[in-house]
């Protein structure tokens, strides 16, 4: 019998690891992106939250609902940290734009499409939720709290469509095998709340 909700040996370690070491390379890419030092108020206040939530809920939430979707359906799951991941994140940083994938949920014990599509589309769906909720709650806002949820809603959209990509080790390559439909659904609203809310194009 699979485990279910339980952390895997070092599984937790891995996820904090990964959580740490992703939303400080965010918080360095936004300094580089925003001009400001690192050491400025104005990152310590505004960007320090903007990359550490980034990487709570475009990463972390977008892992564990892989993980836990496969486990209902009666896999195994569980997270594997990825430590040359973990240095191009950090390298690519100061840059302003990072390679982040300090590591991915393993899945053993599904064979069935349907099954292996709807793992691989909860991802980018957990994603573009939370995007829409983190831009909604924005409304309510204002000063720095606005900008860091609106911030860190157009974070969870931008992961949703890059991981809706159609090539292979992304989710949108497994989606598109398994359906086309739920791809083009998942696609099209993604770029649409990314359009209307955060470029006001529409």
Not at 6 to 33: H, M, P, Q, R
Not at 98 to 118: E, H, Q
Request: contains cysteine.
């Amino acid at each position: 019998m699979f485990r279910t909700n339980i952390f895997w040996k070092n599984e937790f370690f891995d996820i904090v690891t990964a959580v740490i070491v992703l939303g400080s390379a965010f918080t360095i890419a936004l300094t580089a992106d925003f001009r400001v030092a690192v050491n400025s108020y104005y990152t310590l206040y505004y960007l320090v939250p903007i990359g550490f939530l980034g990487a709570i809920t475009a990463f972390l939430m977008h892992e564990l609902a892989h993980r836990q979707v496969a486990i209902r359906y009666g896999g195994a799951a569980h997270f594997k940290l990825w430590p040359l991941g973990l240095l191009l994140a950090l390298m690519t940083s100061p840059f302003g734009m990072i390679f982040a994938a300090p590591g991915a949920v393993m899945i053993y014990a599904i064979d069935d499409p349907n099954k292996i599509g709807l793992v691989a589309l909860s991802g980018p769906a957990t994603n573009l939720v939370l995007g829409v909720l983190f831009m909604i709650s924005s409304t309510f806002l204002t000063g720095y709290a606005q900008g860091i949820t609106l911030y860190v809603g157009e974070i969870n959209v931008i992961m949703c469509l890059f991981n809706m990509i159609p090539f292979p080790p992304l989710d949108g390559y497994k989606v598109l095998k398994w359906d086309l439909r739920p791809y083009l659904v998942m696609v099209s609203l993604a770029v649409l709340t990314e359009l209307y809310v955060v470029r006001g194009l529409i």
